[in-house]
Each structure stands twice: as C-alpha cells, then as structure tokens.
T-cell receptor, first 113, second 115 residues
Framework: QKEVEQDPGPLSVPEGAIVSLNCTYS??????FMWYRQYSRKGPELLMY????GNKEDGRFTAQVDKSSKYISLFIRDSQPSDSATYLC?????????????FGGGTRVLVKP | GAVVSQHPSWVICKSGTSVKIECRSL??????MFWYRQFPKQSLMLMAT?????????EQGVEKDKFLINHASLTLSTLTVTSAHPEDSSFYIC???????????FGPGTRLTVT
C-alpha cells in the first residue's frame, strides 16, 4: 500500500462546476499538507498549504484536512478551462521527520468549456 | 515571491556525454534544495536532497556517481548527469525550501533527451 493514495482520474467537469479532489494517507506522522497544480511539461505550482486539521480558503480554492480520518481534500469553485491540469497532494512530517515530501500520484482534471 | 528557475529548460545530448542542469532560487535563500525525476503521467520521484555547503543525501536506488549534485551557494544547486544513456531521458525538476518554511517551491523543469 502506498503511503499516499490519490485517484489518477481523469476527472472531467463542465466549466463553472465544483472540482473535488482528495487524498488518503496512512502515516499518522504527517502534519503539513500541500496541494500543487502541474500543467503539462511544467513544474508543480504550490496552491495551498495547511497545517493540522481544518479548512483553509484562498480565492476559489478550499483545502480541508481531517487528520482523524487521514483524508485531505481540495475544492475548486467556479472551475475554468485554465484549471485543467494535474493536481498533486503532498505531505510531510514535523521538523524531526526531515525535509522529504511524500506525493500522491496526481489527479488529472479536465474542465470543459 | 519564491521563484525558482532551471536552466536549460530542454537539452538533447548524445549517449556517453555529461549534462549539467542548474537550479536557482531567484528571490530567497534556499538552505535546502531537492532534485526530482518525473516520467510521463507519473508523479515526482525524489532523487536527492542537498543542503548548502554539504554533501547531498541520495534516495535509495539513485546512483550518486551518476547523478552528481552540488549545492555551492544558498541560491544555486546543480545536477550533473554523467555518462548519460537513453534510459536517463526524463523530466528533471528541482525545488527549494527556505530555512524556516515547510513549503517547497518548484522550478519549471528540464527535459533531458539522450540519443
């Protein structure tokens, strides 16, 4: 079993719909959770960064972390064709755990006009 | 802020030659830089972690003599692929982390093709 599981998709939605993405993980030591967006043949771009359980909102993006269920989510409201990309979740432990990020496999999202 | 650049963005080389890829943090000092490899439609695979002024730490299965990493300053790390072979063809991405932050900021990637 992988440490971080993420549905590869593709997830196809009409423009304006809400995109719902999620990851599950098995390592209870993970404390910091990130979502990255990666366009084809480009480096990942940091979208959201959260610590511990709870919600965080930034514009059209909302990140949720439920540490008790080992489950994180990213919601994209009012999706646009420009949101079509691969979304990667990533997480890491505390300072003592070192610098290494553990990534999910990525979910490919297609927003159709 | 938090911009990371890579050079070159694309390189083609002949089998047996060496290729150097540069990773720079443009507007912050990166105490730690990371090198990843990514195959098509797959996630990122961490190759090594480098801290400024010290030797890189390689992940299991990554040949340190083949993938030479140098982190000479707080804004520059280089990855040299030595004696490249076609199987080394891949997308190489670096990331950088500040001394106090937990986030990693990624460069745009370098596509290496070995013929």
């Amino acid at each position: 079993q992988k440490e971080v599981e993420q549905d590869p998709g593709p997830l196809s939605v009409p423009e304006g719909a809400i995109v719902s993405l999620n990851c599950t993980y098995s390592n209870s030591a993970f404390q910091y959770f990130m979502w990255y967006r990666q366009y084809s043949r480009k480096g990942p771009e940091l979208l959201m960064y959260t610590y511990s359980s709870g919600n965080k909102e930034d514009g059209r993006f909302t990140a949720q972390v439920d540490k008790s269920s080992k489950y994180i989510s990213l919601f994209i409201r009012d999706s646009q064709p420009s949101d079509s990309a691969t979304y990667l979740c990533a997480m890491r432990g505390g300072w003592a755990a070192g610098n290494k990020l553990t990534f999910g496999g990525g979910t490919r999202v297609l927003v159709k006009p | 802020g938090a911009v990371v650049s890579q050079h070159p963005s694309w390189v083609i080389c002949k089998s047996g030659t060496s290729v150097k890829i540069e990773c720079r943090s443009l507007d912050f000092q990166a105490t730690t830089m990371f090198w990843y490899r990514q195959f098509p439609k797959q996630s990122l695979m961490l190759m090594a972690t480098s801290n400024e002024g010290s030797k890189a730490t390689y992940e299991q299965g990554v040949e340190k003599d083949k993938f030479l990493i140098n982190h000479a300053s707080l804004t520059l790390s280089t990855l040299t692929v030595t004696s490249a072979h076609p199987e080394d063809s891949s997308f190489y991405i670096c990331s950088a982390r500040t001394g106090t932050g937990y986030e990693q900021y990624f460069g745009p990637g370098t596509r290496l093709t070995v013929t």
